[in-house]
């Protein structure tokens, strides 16, 4: 009873002073810490004002007031702040953060029994709150609360029962976003979890709650929070450091049953470690060859083909720009450095409305976010290469810059074998990458990435042929509100290759070829509600490319320059999802995508004898068109649906249908991508590439998620496909479309596998069986091949089986295998050969009618991390592996030539010995 007869007499002193006046003021401010600002006032007047500066630290305000009142300038200064102000008396002013005081206490307070009617005799001087915040923070257990944290300012005019807040969640040792945290209200069946970066939503009550937050791997925590208002709130959270038998991080295990899109696969970095690849690389690109419908043409290709498809139809993104030659060294080293990389999703059944522009698949490649909190970074020290990457915090939990690098040493090698053709031969490359990563404030956050590779090699020639790919992106995340979000993306992206040939003669030259393209992008995320999820936007994309040029290289050479006439053309796209969930069993996911392709001037268009072979006889006319002219267009609706439909609670079946427009068209005589590849627009002769998939799979978790098991099963066609007359030129020709023939693809095939995702023994099995197909049919005998019939694609593969294992012998020790089988790809092989005038001709079969050997490798790795100790310099990693243990010589190619007017048959192999290597990490 004496503390409350304390508080009704502190509630009268405070009414016994009335209103005071309220004095007139002139001020201006600019930039001024809050602290001057409360400072210049009490100068101006009698004022004293009596607060914690550590409530205003950091708080800066501008503005000017002319002959205003003092209330109004204290309610301006705070408005956008969680500070409230009450005058006491006349010259006394109380700064509060987030609460009010209250001259009136609400009904109620002290009991049914207890009344105490002389405060409410007094309304006239503070009109309360409807839903005032009284909280008795002692409420709860101490030794259950990590910590209490005031959120929002209360306002008197707000009758609101619940508020939202938001923020973020992430290490408190690295500064990295948690995602897939559960955040849950205490006593409440709701809550909400974290998202991709890190961030969350949640609708609470005013007053007192506690909310508790898990995640494997992550320290819980329990926090008392007291809402006022809408506000923030950002968890920093430890890692979880108990030594169990194994730490896995299942955040998203059930994904591959729950979610509608098919054929969708993720794979972060850091898992892929401990798997043996060539030379000790990291390399996640060849990991997800491994991965059913995934191939290459042969060991050292660069890209890949995906369900039938061949290299140029997949869309590879780097932070969303996108990038053309992902590989160094004709793709035996990956263009990524492993320790800026955070994941891969792969696209290749359900396509979602946003990707387009590809045929077969989507390689969606994010790299890390910085260390906010400390400096930290990663290093690996190899036989051939050499890698580095350091998180450097800016603004201490706001931002933070990521770089790193990596390079070779190969030449060396070179020089160290005895054939006397390699001595001079030289092969370099290196790469860099920078990231800077600023959350600006709990609704905007900004990120920018630069990214350059290059590659020089010179291989027993004299020519020096090098390539170069140039990335940049900036991207703006923004949230509107609590069910709006969205982002502003701007990308550029170049590529090109040249070749500087240098002999003993006058005819040195320089040629290169270039290809850029410049992206915007607004995408947006709409919550309807828990039925229905939409994501639209728009993009526009402006491509330049210079198909080549040559030059002479020196002063004595006598080579003739030469310059392909450059090619232009802009795509936009505009498109629309809805997530939607029919009921608790069916989910579908339903796209529209609609693509606009327009080729541009300034050109000259030749125009051919319709139904005719397009040659210099069938030539009618050439218009010439100017700069940014349009010459033809393009487009059409892109259909993309999935659905999912549970069979059980862990079991589900899928179906997919896409279409997809592709306007660019990879031009090369060979099976694999090579630096002297190059691209090309659509235009009045070339048309896009269409295509169409169907797909259906099941999908199965067993033992709590311990293992997945899924077999997927499609069916693709594809108009306009691109292909080559046999003997064709393709570098600096200036009529291309006559070299070129367009037909219809079709691929099928069915994919296996399994998955173990933790125990001492972990890794998958896949298995793939397909079938890849092109017809290449004309009236005209020229442009007919196999009499007009589907033969299989150089990358046609019917048997893929690939096992990457790891067993924990200890929590140091672990041994990995990665075995991997598949038939032999299609080649063309002479059947006959005879003399006609003293001169010896040879027959060839059909095209692709005949297979090369078939190609398997085994490969052995010993994985030894250091002790487990938490405070050391640095944490390392061994990586001892043998590539390709048993030795075995796969080809690559098969040719022949005819030596001596006899015709000889060989094979060129890539690797046809075992590789050993060994690998040191660390990470501090």
């Not at 263009?335 to 059944?349: E, H, M, Q, R, V």
């Amino acid at each position: 009873m004496k503390k409350y007869i304390q508080i009704v007499f502190l509630f009268l002193v405070i009414q016994a002073f009335g209103q005071a006046v309220d004095e007139k003021l002139n001020l201006e401010f600019v930039d001024t810490d809050i602290t001057d600002v409360l400072d210049s006032i009490e100068a101006e007047t009698d004022i004293i004002f009596f607060y914690d500066k550590k409530w205003l630290s950091e708080i800066q305000y501008s503005g000017k007031f002319t002959n205003e009142s003092l209330s109004t300038i204290l309610e301006t200064i705070f408005k956008e702040t969680t500070i409230n102000f009450f005058r006491l008396n006349d010259r006394q002013i109380i700064l509060t953060q987030n609460n009010i005081i209250y001259t009136e206490l609400p009904e109620g307070f002290f009991g049914k029994d207890e009344q105490i009617d002389s405060l409410t005799e007094q309304k006239s001087y503070t009109r309360i709150s409807s839903n005032p915040v009284f909280s008795n923070i002692e409420a709860s257990n101490k030794n259950t609360i990590t910590k209490t944290v005031r959120i929002g300012k209360e306002d008197l005019a707000n009758t609101r029962t619940n508020y939202t807040i938001r923020g973020y969640a992430r290490t408190k040792e690295q500064g990295q976003p948690i995602s897939n945290l559960s955040i849950i209200i205490n006593g409440k069946n709701t809550g909400t979890v974290t998202d991709d970066n890190g961030y969350f939503e949640l609708e609470v009550p005013s007053g007192t709650s506690i909310l508790k937050t898990s995640s494997l791997g992550i320290e819980a925590s329990t926090t008392r929070i007291i809402v006022f208002n809408d506000g923030e709130l950002n968890f920093d959270l430890s890692e979880s450091i108990e030594f169990l038998d194994e730490v896995v991080v299942e955040a998203n295990a059930g994904r591959n049953v729950e979610e509608a899109l098919s054929g969708s696969t993720e794979l972060v970095v850091e898992e892929t470690k401990n798997i043996p690849l060539v030379l000790g690389e990291r390399d996640v690109l060849k990991v997800a060859t491994t991965l059913p419908g995934i191939s290459t043409a042969g060991e050292g290709a660069a890209g890949f083909n995906v369900r039938g498809g061949s290299t140029d139809q997949n869309l590879i993104l780097l932070d969303n720009a996108v990038i053309y030659n992902p590989s160094h060294f004709f793709g035996i080293f990956q263009a990524l450095n492993p320790f800026t990389t955070k994941d891969l999703k792969i696209l290749k059944g359900g396509i979602p409305a946003e990707y387009g522009g590809r045929l077969s698949s989507v390689f969606d490649i994010t790299s890390k976010d910085a260390n906010t909190e400390k400096f930290a970074g990663e290093a690996a020290i190899g036989p051939v290469t050499s890698n580095v990457a350091l998180e450097i915090p800016i603004v201490k939990g706001k931002s933070g810059l990521l770089v790193g690098g990596r390079g070779t040493y190969s030449g060396w090698i070179l020089r160290s074998l005895k054939d006397e053709s390699l001595q001079n031969s030289q092969a370099s490359f290196y790469d860099a990458i920078a990231k800077y990563t600023h959350v600006v404030n709990e609704k905007n956050t900004v990120k920018a990435m630069g990214y350059y590779s290059n590659d020089a090699f010179s291989i027993t020639s004299d020519s020096i042929y090098g390539y170069n790919n140039r990335l940049f992106s900036l991207q703006w995340d923004h949230q509107f509100n609590e069910k709006n979000t969205g982002s502003l993306v701007l990308a550029n992206s170049n590529y090109k290759f040249n070749i500087g040939y240098e002999g003993n003669s006058d005819n040195n030259f320089d040629l290169g070829f270039v290809v850029e393209e410049t992206e915007a992008k607004f995408k947006f995320t709409y919550l309807h509600s828990s039925a229905h999820k939409f994501d639209y936007g728009l993009s526009a994309k402006l491509y330049n490319v210079q198909p080549g040029n040559l030059e002479p290289n020196g002063s004595n050479s006598i080579v003739e320059p030469k310059i392909i006439a450059k090619e232009k053309a802009a795509e936009t796209a505009v498109y629309l999802s809805d997530n939607f969930k029919v009921n608790d069993k069916l989910l579908l996911d339903l796209g529209l995508r609609y693509s606009m392709f327009a080729s541009l001037g300034a050109t000259d268009a030749r125009i051919y004898e319709e139904n005719m072979p397009k040659n210099e006889e069938t030539l009618v006319e050439t218009i010439s068109y100017d700069a940014n002219e349009i010459v033809k267009t393009y487009g059409g609706p892109e259909v993309r649906l999935a659905a999912r439909y549970f069979l059980g609670t862990d079991f589900s079946v899928k179906a997919s249908y896409n279409t997809t427009y592709q306007y660019i068209h990879r031009l090369s005589n060979t099976t694999t991508i090579s630096p002297i590849d190059t691209w090309k627009l659509s235009d009045t002769n070339i048309k896009p590439q269409k295509g169409r998939q169907f797909g259906l799979g099941f999908y199965k978790n067993l033992s709590g998620n311990l293992y997945e098991i899924s077999l997927e099963g499609y069916y693709k066609e594809a108009d306009n496909l691109l292909d080559f007359k046999v003997g064709s030129q393709l570098l600096l020709n200036e009529t291309i479309e006559t070299e070129t023939l367009q037909g219809d693809g079709q691929a099928y095939g069915l994919e296996f596998l399994i998955r173990k995702n933790s125990g001492k023994l972990n890794g998958w099995l896949g298995y793939t069986y397909a079938r890849s197909f092109l017809k290449l049919d004309s009236e005209f005998a020229e442009e007919r091949v196999n009499n007009g019939e589907f033969f299989p694609t150089n990358y046609d593969k019917p048997h893929d089986f690939s096992a990457v294992l790891n067993y924990k012998l200890t929590k140091r020790y672990s041994l990995s295998a990665n075995l991997s089988y598949q038939t032999g790809r299609p080649v063309t092989y002479p059947v006959a050969r005879y003399n006609f005038n003293n001169s010896e001709y040879v027959v060839y079969s059909n095209r692709n009618e005949f297979r090369i050997p078939d190609y398997y490798r085994l490969d052995l790795g010993v994985n030894i991390e250091g002790n487990h100790k938490l405070k050391k310099l640095a944490h390392s990693f061994w990586n001892i592996s043998v590539y390709n243990v048993l030795g075995r010589n796969n080809p690559y190619s098969v040719f022949f030539v005819t030596e001596n007017g006899e015709l000889k048959a060989y094979q060129s192999s890539i690797f046809s010995i075992p590789v050993p290597t060994i690998t040191y990490n660390f990470k501090f």
